[in-house]
Each structure stands twice: as C-alpha cells, then as structure tokens.
C-alpha cells in the first residue's frame, strides 16, 4: 500500500539525549514535512524539503534537525537544544505543485521525555 | 504573515444539528484551500479541498465548503451531522504555486448522540 510510515509510534527520551524519528514514504512525493501538533496550537510547520539534499527551517525549527538523503525519506532529529520537546510530531508529504499540491500525512509519533 | 483562524476551538451539537465551522485565512494572492479532519486516534485525513473553479465544493462524508473570496474564509458546513463525525477538523491553506501550507489552530467538535 502507498502511503507514509513513521516510526516508533511512542518514544520515551529522557533529558539530555537526542532522539530520531523516521518517515519514509513510497508516494513517490517530492516534497516531505514536519510538523509538531501541540493542543490548542494546531500544526506548526518544523522543517520541509522540496527535494533531496535540500531543506528549509519552518516555524520552530530551534532545536531539531533533519536530513533528505533520499526522496523517500526525511528523518527528524530532536536534539537536547529543544526545550519543550514533548509532542505529537507528524510527517507528511505532497507531489509536485502542477500535480495538485494536497499534503497527506502519516500516523504521527508520540514523543515524551521522561 | 500569514495565517490562519479558526474561531470555533470546541463545538458541542446533539445528532442532527447543522454545523458550520468557520476559517479565515490572511494571504493575498492565489491560495489552495484545505479542510482536514483527525478522528480520535487516527491520522489527519483530507476531507475536501478547493483549488480553482466552484467556490462551492464538496467531500467526504457530506462535508462541503465555500470559499469566498472577497472574506478570505472557507467555512466546513454539513447539513445535519453523526455522532461518528466527532473529531477535530484543521482548516489550511496553501499559497499557490509554493510548497507552504499554513494551518489553523483546528476545532474539537463533539457530536452528542
């Protein structure tokens, strides 16, 4: 099935440590996203990449980084910078712009530190 | 900068009622809208979109939107709603031509059977 994957689903991170969260998707999608859901703040946009070994800092982007080695995937790195780094964190991914931009999202990943 | 507001955060109906959610958006160029809807526990679903023609479009689920321009908003309507449309619905837009999608805040709605 198409689609896009993310994992761990829940992760446990304690303070201080870096934790890495996987997207992979087989859409074939040039672009792919992050996004962290917080309540009562909506998505908010951390870091996009429009093509391979290219990416841009969204809104929050203090504290995380990412890599696009590959079309299908773009992991994100939560780094011990990041203050408040519990959330709801959800990749997505669009085909090209002339294709009809729809964004379309993958299950998210919990990420609690402990 | 742009942005979008979605002034209903919680919205509480009995089976039946009709519903209207409203979103307004800040940008003035050409936008590409978008209603998604996130059902308890699963992930953020497209329920319909607008891109160009009919300012009245429909989705999934009897769920329909109208963009009006002249307001910059995009209200989610559907005429009579289910205890199975509780979820929390995000109203985004997206300037054209660009890979930015900018959301609202979302709103809870909580249908009563």
């Known amino acids: 099935d198409g689609g896009i994957t993310q994992s761990p689903k829940y992760l446990f991170r304690k303070e201080g440590q870096n934790v890495t969260l996987s997207c992979e998707q087989n859409?074939?999608?040039?672009?792919m996203y992050w996004y962290r859901q917080d309540p009562g703040q909506g998505l908010r946009l951390i870091y996009y990449?429009?093509?391979?070994?290219?990416?841009q800092k969204g809104d929050i982007a203090e504290g995380y980084s990412v890599s696009r080695e590959k079309k299908e995937s773009f992991p994100l790195t939560v780094t011990s910078a990041q203050k408040n780094p519990t959330a709801f964190y959800l990749c997505?991914?669009?085909?090209?712009?002339?294709?009809?931009?729809?964004?379309?999202f993958g299950e998210g990943s919990w990420l609690t530190v402990v | 900068a742009q942005s979008v507001s979605q002034h209903n955060h919680h919205v509480i109906l009995s089976e039946a009622a009709s519903l209207e959610l409203g979103c307004n958006y800040s940008?003035?160029?050409?936008?590409?809208l978008f209603w998604y809807v996130q059902y308890p526990g699963q992930h953020l679903q497209l329920l319909l979109k607008?891109?160009?023609?009919?300012?009245l479009v429909k989705g999934i689920k009897g769920f329909e939107a109208e963009f009006i321009k002249s307001k910059f908003s995009f209200n989610l309507r559907k005429p009579s709603v289910q205890w199975s449309d509780t979820a929390e619905y995000f109203c985004?837009?997206?300037?054209?031509?660009?890979?930015?999608?900018?959301f609202g805040t979302g709103t809870r709605l909580k249908v009563l059977a």
């Open positions: 859409l074939n999608h040039d672009a």
């Open positions: 985004a837009v997206s300037p054209s031509g660009t890979y930015k999608y900018i």
């Open positions: 607008y891109f160009s023609g009919d300012p």
């Open positions: 940008y003035g160029g050409t936008v590409n």
């Open positions: 990449s429009q093509i391979v070994n290219d990416f």
């Open positions: 997505a991914s669009s085909p090209p712009i002339l294709s009809g931009n729809t964004i379309y």
